[in-house]
């Protein structure tokens, strides 16, 4: 599978962004699909996660009330609604199929197929 995630850019804080996850060669309706950042010199950390069917989401304390993750199977995509954007929410973000539950929700080992990743630039 091939994850392409766009949406990014930069944006004043406060302000809003949407980033989409697009997959080709699998159907993403079988998977878990989560949501990763990593800013320069900090390792990729966990943003939020949606199950399968999207009933099940989790999100990091960080981003929770302000991110909103959701997904179309029928599309193939996941999405990433960012509100409330602040500075350091500034870092490339991934997207990941979740692949190895054995990692755990949150670690980026349970994740495969992250693609290049689209860059977030929050200014203060």
């Known amino acids: 599978v091939q994850l392409q995630a766009s949406g990014g850019g930069l944006v004043q804080a406060g302000g809003s962004l949407r980033l989409s996850c697009a997959a080709s060669?699998?159907?993403?309706?079988?998977?878990?699909m989560g949501w990763f950042r990593q800013a320069p010199g900090k390792e990729r950390e966990f943003v939020a996660q949606i199950s399968r069917s999207g009933v099940t989401i989790n999100y990091a304390d960080s981003v929770n009330g302000r991110f909103t993750i959701s997904r179309d199977n029928a599309k193939n995509t996941v999405d990433l609604q960012m509100n409330s954007l602040k500075p350091e929410d500034t870092a490339v973000y991934y997207c990941g199929v979740y692949s190895r539950p054995s990692y755990g929700r949150v670690h980026p080992q349970g994740y495969d197929y992250w693609g290049q990743g689209t860059q977030v630039t929050v200014s203060s």
């Open positions: 060669g699998r159907t993403l309706s079988n998977y878990g």
